[in-house]
């Protein structure tokens, strides 16, 4: 995987090639992070050889012992780890210890709907919080402002899988509640599913970004480049845009980069709540019998999107901010 | 835009000034009572080149944002601005609006945090061409490349295209230089255009300003510590102390015969050509911060020939000869 990023690094140039370089700081990250869920899944109670090799006292310690063997169970626990992670890397995340599928069929479709949630909910946040701080700015300390700061605290203080529930409570035969529409049948079922569950998970995601953005672009309306910009009449439409939320957005991409993980953790909460068949589900079954394979695929994914969104933020950084671009240049 | 103006370099206040402050008052928009600038008069012929100097906090720059209606929102002014025929009320910033750019063009403090740090400054200047009836848009950036070698850059094509933060100190001021002129305005408000500056850039800077206002007869308002660059440059000035003028008149007289104590301590202590500092240094004390103004003459508690009556007493600024003006109740005690 490595070189394959190191390949591309060097097809696409120097610009990008210091960014790809601190993913090879990600990968360790990926790495440990799976490890560490690697031995955790080892701890928790219950001895997966015995649960599958059947049910309560029938069956005899050779048994137990031989399906333990045939599951690899018995090997040291990094040689464990290094098979599975070889193996992940090459899409095969083996098979599930109790459905009767393979992990990667299983992830598959629900990994699908995970991440069909976090983008919308991320969309519907930042299109909701970015006008609304732009509004907020504008107008220290008048009524929009104020409703929407109020607004912003209630979201920050309410969890996602709260919100979850009283959504379902108010919305009931309004807004479908429950399950899930593939986009085959059709865009409006599909978003009509998915609004109320966004919502739920984007609140408080949109409430940080209203937040940062809104102090960073009290911080630049006041700079002295906007005066700058207002001693030369440029219309207030551009020092809006090109001066004052070009430079008040780069805090907000970092927290877009450090949000990304609770928001797809959350989103496996706001699953369960809205019975959409993601990886949410999915992990909670696996954990509750054991099926291990299942858990450490999901928590891989996880991370690694997590990695990925990281660094589409730091090349996003490069984008919007020249000083960045230009010093790895 | 452009008119040549007639009118020589006076020493006297121009009896009809291209720019006029009157009764400038400027205060917390939260407090009216809490003033920066406390009834400041300042005019400016065409083509003239005037200096505001004081020490740092007495109310410089802000004088210069109310001008071009620029204040923060925490502060708000009153009064009323000439120029030409037009009056225009201080309070109200966006009637001053029309007049930015074309009319009044303003080089700020700082160089450094002037130019927005994500954008070429290019098209900075091209953004503001835009606004002030530059060429079109096919010829625009050729207009940017030809402003920033009026302004004496070296290699105005590469600049043109660098953030600012790839430039040196002295050259962004030369993109904020060329920025104001590309508009033609009458007049400049230079803001310690070279306080942040190393001495030789300085010393370019001004030369390129006094040039550039010499070429093109447009009137600046100098605003500056240091009393050498004044000298140089300019032909009238007002000392300004906490928010007051207190001494104006002919750049020469006042410099060779200071008759504020304040002025004569900025004298004192004015920085030699070879060991000239950025800071005017040795007055014993600082500017009282707004808000809490001293009663009387607000230079009496640093002034050493204050007596008992400077306390109580507000002096008004009088015509003490030679188109020179005082506010000190000794000013005149101390002549002979
Ligand atoms: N936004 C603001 N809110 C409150 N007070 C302010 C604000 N801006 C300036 N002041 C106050 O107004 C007074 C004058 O400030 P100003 O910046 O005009 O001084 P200056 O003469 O330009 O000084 P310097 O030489 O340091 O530039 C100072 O006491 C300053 O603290
Ligand atoms: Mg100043």
């Known amino acids: 995987m490595l070189a394959v990023r190191l390949n591309r690094a060097r097809r696409l140039g120097p610009r990008v090639v210091l960014p790809l370089a601190g993913s090879v700081l990600q990968a360790a990250v990926v790495a440990a992070a799976t490890f560490v869920v690697f031995l955790l899944m080892r701890l928790i109670p219950g001895d997966p050889a015995r649960i599958l090799a059947g049910p309560g006292g029938s069956v005899t310690p050779e048994q137990v012992e031989r399906t333990r063997r045939e599951l690899g169970l018995d090997d040291p626990i990094a040689l464990q780890y290094w098979n599975w992670i070889t193996d992940a890397v090459r899409g095969d995340f083996g098979n599930s210890l109790v459905l009767n599928d393979t992990v990667a069929e299983l992830l598959a479709d629900r990994l699908v709907i995970t991440l069909q949630l976090s983008v919308y909910a991320f969309t519907l946040a930042v299109v909701l919080a970015i006008p609304l701080s732009l509004v907020a700015a504008r107008r220290q300390g008048a009524i929009a402002d104020k409703l929407s700061r109020l607004a912003g605290a209630t979201g920050v203080a309410v969890p996602s899988f709260w919100l979850a529930l009283l959504l379902i409570i108010v919305a009931q035969g309004v807004l479908p509640t429950f399950g899930y529409a593939p986009l085959s049948e059709g865009l409006g079922a599909h978003l009509g599913h998915m609004l109320l569950p966004a919502l739920a998970l984007g609140a408080g995601f949109a409430t940080l970004v209203f937040e940062t953005t809104r102090a960073g ?40 980069g450090l949000e990304a993980g609770a928001l797809m953790a959350g989103a496996l909460l706001v699953e369960n709540a809205f019975a959409l068949p993601g990886m949410g589900r999915l ?15 999901c928590i891989l994914v996880i991370v690694v999107v997590f990695v990925a969104v990281n660094l589409l933020m730091d090349l996003l950084y490069a984008v919007v901010d020249p000083r960045v671009r230009r010093s790895r240049g | 835009m ?17 720019l006029a402050l009157d009764r400038v008052e400027i205060g917390l928009a939260a407090d009216p009572q809490v003033r920066a600038v406390d009834g400041l008069d300042l005019r400016v012929a065409p083509g003239e080149a005037v200096a505001l100097v004081g020490e740092s906090g007495s109310g410089k720059s802000v004088t210069a944002y109310a001008a071009l209606g620029l204040l923060a929102p925490a502060l708000r002014a009153s009064g ?21 750019g074309g009319e009044i063009s303003m080089i700020f403090q700082d ?31 050729r207009r940017v490349v030809d402003l920033l070698a009026e302004v004496g850059v070296a290699a105005p094509d590469r600049v043109a295209r660098a953030y600012p ?172």
Not at chain 2, 80 to 100: C, E, K, M
Not at chain 2, 115 to 134: F, I, S
């Open chain 1, 217 to 256: 672009l009290i911080d630049t309306l006041s700079s002295d480049y906007v005066r700058t910009a207002r001693a030369f009449q440029i219309p207030e439409r551009r020092i809006y845009g090109r001066y004052a939320l070009r430079n008040a957005f780069l805090p907000t991409l970092t927290i877009f």
């Open chain 1, 283 to 297: 992990i909670v079954q696996g954990v509750l019998s054991r099926d291990y394979p299942v858990v450490q695929a």
């Open chain 2, 2 to 18: 452009t008119e040549t103006p007639t009118t020589p370099m006076t020493e006297t206040p121009p009896a009809d000034p291209l």
């Open chain 2, 80 to 100: 009323t601005l000439r120029l030409g025929a037009s009056s225009y009320d201080l309070g109200d910033p966006g009637a001053l609006r029309p007049l930015r």
């Open chain 2, 111 to 141: 160089p450094g945090t002037s130019l927005n740090p994500v954008m070429t400054v290019g098209r900075q200047l091209e953004d503001v061409l835009r606004r002030h009836g530059g060429p079109p848009r096919r010829e625009r950036w």
């Open chain 2, 165 to 336: 933060f790839e430039l040196s100190g002295g050259m962004r001021q030369r993109v904020l230089i060329a920025m104001a002129l590309s508009c033609e305005p009458r007049l400049l408000i230079a803001d310690e255009p070279t306080t942040a500056l190393d001495t030789t850039v300085q010393a370019q800077i001004m030369d390129l300003l006094m040039t550039l206002v010499r070429d093109r007869g447009m009137a600046m308002l100098f605003i500056s510590h240091d009393l050498g660059l004044v000298a140089g440059s300019c032909r009238r000035m007002y000392v300004m102390y906490a928010g007051r003028v207190v001494e104006s008149g002919p750049v020469a007289d006042v410099l060779r015969r200071p008759r504020h104590p304040y002025t004569k301590a900025l004298v004192g202590c004015r920085p030699t050509a070879d060991r000239r500092l950025a800071r005017l240094p040795s007055i014993p004390g600082t500017v009282p911060p707004i808000g809490s103004m001293p009663s009387g003459c607000r230079f009496a508690p640093r002034c050493p020939i204050a007596v008992e009556q400077c306390r109580t007493a507000d002096p008004e600024l009088r015509a003490v000869g030679g188109n020179v003006s005082v506010a000190c109740l000794r000013a005149s005690e101390e002549e002979s």
